[in-house]
């Protein structure tokens, strides 16, 4: 699923942000982080940045002269090279003469959302909430490959829980937790939901 996109100009400036994922850090610190990235990329290996693995999520990054587009996936096969080129050179064509006169700043760059939102299919957008479409119950689990049988049977009980929940159950890391939990939604077995800054899942 895609979590996010930025545009950046020079400087490594965020003049545009789509967020899928209210958890997500702040656009303006990731776009700090994606640019000392880059430049150290230049620097030290002699080529551009093409994409970051980072906490179990991927950052892909493309270059297209007036701006640099960065888009976050969950996984390293969900975002083309053509995908990412025509979200920035879209970018480009609408506000490209804006910002070679230098202007950051302007709400206008905000309509680009709807263009965004039409570019990117719907079932690439990260959303807040799944429902599951094949329940979980006691027949599904027996046919689950036998990495998911643990956590599967666990939201069973649980009914709804959380990452950190599944981890302290089953003595594993919040992210491997995370990582099954998402396999299972994938698969249409289990929902998930937004309430406050936790993410639940359900069945």
Same mark, same amino acid.
């Given at each position: 699923?895609?979590?996010?996109v930025?545009?950046?100009?020079?400087?490594?400036?965020?003049?545009?942000?789509?967020?899928?994922?209210? #958890?997500?850090?702040? @656009?303006?610190?990731?776009?700090?982080?994606?640019?000392?990235?880059? *430049?150290?990329?230049?620097?030290?290996?002699?080529?551009?940045?093409?994409?970051?693995?980072?906490?179990?999520?991927?950052?892909?990054?493309?270059?297209h002269?007036?701006? =640099?587009?960065?888009?976050?996936?969950?996984?390293?096969?969900?975002?083309?090279?053509?995908?990412?080129? %025509?979200?920035?050179?879209?970018?480009?064509?609408? %506000?490209?003469?804006d910002?070679?006169?230098?202007?950051?700043?302007?709400?206008?760059?905000?309509?680009? =959302?709807?263009?965004?939102?039409?570019?990117? @299919?719907?079932?690439?957008? %990260?959303?807040?909430?799944?429902?599951?479409?094949? @329940?979980?119950?006691?027949?599904?689990?027996v046919?689950?490959?036998?990495?998911?049988?643990?956590?599967?049977?666990?939201?069973?009980? #649980?009914?709804?829980?959380?990452?950190?929940?599944?981890?302290? #159950?089953?003595?594993?890391s919040?992210? *491997?937790?995370?990582?099954?939990?998402?396999?299972?939604?994938?698969?249409?077995?289990?929902?998930?939901?937004?309430?406050?800054r *936790?993410?639940? %899942?359900f069945?």
């Amino acid at each position: 699923m895609i979590r996010a996109v930025y545009v950046l100009v020079s400087g490594g400036v965020c003049v545009f942000s789509r967020s899928y994922d209210p #958890e997500l850090a702040d @656009p303006y610190l990731l776009s700090s982080f994606v640019s000392a990235m880059s *430049s150290f990329s230049k620097e030290a290996m002699g080529d551009d940045l093409r994409g970051i693995e980072s906490d179990g999520r991927f950052i892909f990054v493309a270059d297209h002269k007036q701006v =640099t587009t960065v888009v976050i996936a969950d996984g390293p096969t969900e975002v083309t090279a053509n995908l990412i080129d %025509y979200i920035g050179l879209n970018f480009i064509s609408r %506000y490209g003469k804006d910002i070679q006169e230098g202007r950051q700043n302007l709400p206008i760059f905000d309509k680009f =959302t709807e263009v965004l939102d039409k570019i990117i @299919p719907k079932d690439l957008q %990260y959303t807040d909430s799944v429902k599951p479409r094949l @329940p979980l119950d006691a027949l599904a689990i027996v046919e689950l490959p036998k990495k998911l049988k643990d956590i599967a049977m666990l939201l069973v009980r #649980e009914r709804q829980m959380t990452a950190q929940k599944g981890a302290r #159950e089953l003595g594993i890391s919040v992210k *491997s937790a995370s990582n099954l939990l998402e396999q299972l939604v994938v698969m249409g077995k289990a929902g998930r939901k937004i309430e406050g800054r *936790s993410v639940i %899942y359900f069945v």
